[in-house]
């Protein structure tokens, strides 16, 4: 299993940017997709997950209405679009794809800086 994210992003504040999670070495509709994030100097955070069998979404409520979370099957691709960017967004993102509650395969992570 492997997922392999882009690469990093700088964007001014209020800017979108668009990171995407391509998946190979399983079925690409077993397993949900999670987003998590890293701030500096901070914890991960949990943005949201989608289905990719129905494309059904949750988010975290701190990202709801910004971030929207979609999914290609053709090309084995989720993506996390991110809306008026602020500082504070400034973090690593990371997809996993989650096999069960303690079991992730994990991106390498996408360094998405925010700053003017």
């Keep these: 299993v492997q997922l392999v994210q882009s690469g990093a992003e ?14 190979s070495g399983y079925t690409f509709t077993s397993y949900y997709i999670d987003w ?11 943005m949201g997950r989608i289905d ?16 929207t979370i979609s999914r290609d099957n053709a090309k084995n691709t989720v993506s996390l679009q991110m809306t008026s960017l602020k500082p504070d967004d400034t973090a690593i993102y990371y997809c996993n794809a989650v096999v069960n509650p ?15």
């Design 10 to 23: 700088l964007r001014n504040p209020g800017a979108s940017v668009k990171v995407s999670c391509k998946a």
């Design 36 to 46: 998590v994030r890293q701030a500096p100097g901070q914890g991960l955070e949990w």
């Design 52 to 67: 990719p069998e129905d494309g059904s979404t949750n988010y975290a409520d701190s990202v709801k209405g910004r971030f």
């Design 102 to 116: 303690w079991r992730n395969y994990w991106g390498q992570g996408t360094q998405v800086t925010v700053s003017s």
